[in-house]
DNA sequence: GCTTGGCACTCCGGACATTCGAGTGCCAGT
DNA sequence: ACTGGCACTCGAATGTCCGGAGTGCCAAGC
């Protein structure tokens, strides 16, 4: 069937552009891949796929370079996510069992990615949303000071400090705290912030007013939810060529987290692995990149996503898997923790 | 005096091949600068600074560059910290004040001194070395599970779990508590690391066992010393040139925390702006590139380091006044925390 | 004794022409 | 439907040339 040869053809292009990085012939295709015809027939096999847009020419007469497209229906149809060797596999459990915290874990696994892909990589922190209170600390810094700490199902910490109109006897700091812990402790942020607002008369000055005034504060923190933490950005000495192109604006996209978070967020429902390619999306700059991303969690429960940037012209099902797997064990320490 | 207009070329030179980027001719620099000789005589000054080491030409018949001697001496002797203007000091202490923790303050200054110098800026979390206790408290996960959490002077706050092997009753937990905190509150984080050590005869493995032996694991921690922000990365995407001689290396290193520390460090005695040129030091990759730090913390005291990395063909005036700028502002807002 | 104008020399970089080869498209033959 | 052959295209590499910016040096001048 032609049809089939095509899209062997196409795979051919992919996998040796992504190798050599460079416009692939036709002669060079056949002599490489087991394709059992000739130089010719891939010719033609080559024209009809530029048709359909698929692959491109640099100029005429070069070698040919798959479109955005190309890569798109190559992700899609074309390939499966290669499972990790054994040795892969253990290494990415040694060195993320050896993680001591959350913090720790969030670094380990972004620096193990951007190990396993070369590529640069990008870690979520997880979500506030849909982790739970696991208890409310108030200490006493001076009378009319508290800290009040606030520490999550996740093993987050959020740490806020408040400023007490009057002073606060250690009775009142203790019947403080067990107020603040009896609404909110074991609850979802989302129900804890009603509890807590129910705790007090809006407008209410009393200390109770202001603790839970910070707490809400501190709960529906956006700038939480968007902490993130990106490496390999060493890999980014790779491009090589095209750099004001491709490098200057993903540079700049690393340090606007929030631009971070749209990219790996896109589609994000579900834990699905995710694959944006080069223009897909609404970020002009960034037509030349590629975004490999999934969610992960507890449970099966997608609290936040990872993933990695890189040129388009990307070894896909490496990648794939490598980010599949990091979100698997990722997600097995934190429903351990 | 020849001696005193000699230095005045270097000047020009030095300012000129930064502005330019290229190679300054004599007759260029006559013109551009107001110093009243012909450009023959300045060749002459030309050619003995170059017998002396400051400059050097790119090849024959090309314009001269400075050396990183060149720099050295402009450096030492030949300018001084231009003050930032009035609009510039209050712009930083606008954003500065803005800040809401100490993590806050940490990334407000590293955006700002990428943005004011237009490099890369780094910036090190306060060290606990010198900070003090402020608190310690313990919180009951589970009855033979505690979370620990250690609060600092600086607002650092560090968290650990301790896996009790027996379970504790909640008058327990509240004695452990005011044990810990009578020993530790208030001290130095050496001297509190020494009384933890004093309440417990080693080796036993009691609660307060356990505690005081994560709280002082937390303490001595270096990972925590060696906390460090990056920002401004996108501004290596004016290297422009020698990509691979001069970025690779960079990107590399800022990943490195280890090797940013020593270079932030470096001769890192008192709070003194200290300034390092390309090859000074040794990081030989690094030799294209300087830094400017200095050190910053509450009360004159040098608890941590900033500072800005960049090519040696840099701004040194206006980075060494952005760098002691806001390092100021960040100290007296650690003051007033 | 500096400083200066003049002059010959060097060398980089851009413009232009040439060549080479990989690759294509198309057509006729099997 | 595939294949071999052939003419064609175009980019990359190479070579040559020339202009200009810059230097070094020397002899003359202040």
């Given amino acids: 069937m032609q049809e089939e040869r095509r899209l062997a053809v196409l795979r051919a292009i ?35 796929l530029e048709d359909e ?17 190309g890569y798109r229906l190559f992700v899609d149809r074309l390939t499966t996510v290669k499972p990790m060797s054994a040795a892969e596999k253990r290494a990415i459990a040694t060195i993320l069992d050896g993680a001591v ?34 208890h409310v600390e108030l200490v006493a810094l001076a009378p009319n000071r508290l800290l009040v700490v606030l520490i999550l199902s996740t093993g987050r910490v959020e740490q806020r400090l408040v400023e007490l109109g009057v002073d606060l006897a250690e009775d009142d700091l203790a019947d403080l705290r067990q107020q603040v ?20 008369p809006s407008g209410e000055s009393t200390p109770l007013g202001s603790v839970a005034e910070t707490l809400v504060d501190a709960m529906s923190d956006h700038r ?11 890999n980014l000495a790779r491009y090589g060529d095209n750099f004001d192109s491709a490098v200057r604006p993903l540079l700049e996209a690393l340090e606007e987290h929030v631009v971070l978070l749209k990219l790996l967020g896109e589609a994000s429902t579900g834990e699905l692995l995710t694959v944006r390619i080069g223009h897909e ?17 507890p449970g099966d429960e997608s609290l936040a996503r990872l993933g990695i940037v890189g040129p388009t ?14 979100a698997r064990y990722v997600s097995r320490i934190l429903d351990e923790a």
Avoid: C, F, W
Avoid at 36 to 42: C, D, E, L
Avoid at 281 to 297: F, I, N
């Fill in 281 to 297: 999306g609404p970020y002009q700059e960034l037509a030349s990149t590629s975004v490999v991303a999934t969610g992960y969690g």
């Fill in 14 to 48: 992919v996998e040796d552009y992504v190798s050599t990085e460079e416009p692939v012939g036709s002669k060079a295709l056949v002599e490489r891949h087991g394709l059992g015809v000739s130089p010719a027939t891939v010719r033609n096999d080559m024209a009809a």
């Fill in 181 to 200: 812990n009896r609404a909110a402790t074991g609850e979802v942020i989302a129900e804890a912030v009603t509890s807590l607002r129910a705790l007090v």
């Fill in 101 to 134: 915290d959350l913090d720790d874990v969030v670094n380990r696994s972004v620096r193990l990615l951007a190990q396993l892909t070369r590529q640069v990589a990008v870690v979520q922190y997880p979500t506030l949303s849909r982790s739970t209170v696991r």
């Fill in 53 to 69: 847009g698929y692959i491109t020419q640099p100029h005429t007469s070069a070698g040919r370079v798959p479109t955005d497209k």
């Fill in 313 to 326: 012209r990307m070894d896909y099902p490496g990648s794939m898997a490598a980010v599949r797997a990091v």
């Fill in 224 to 234: 939480s939810d968007e902490r993130i933490v990106v490496g390999g950005a060493a």
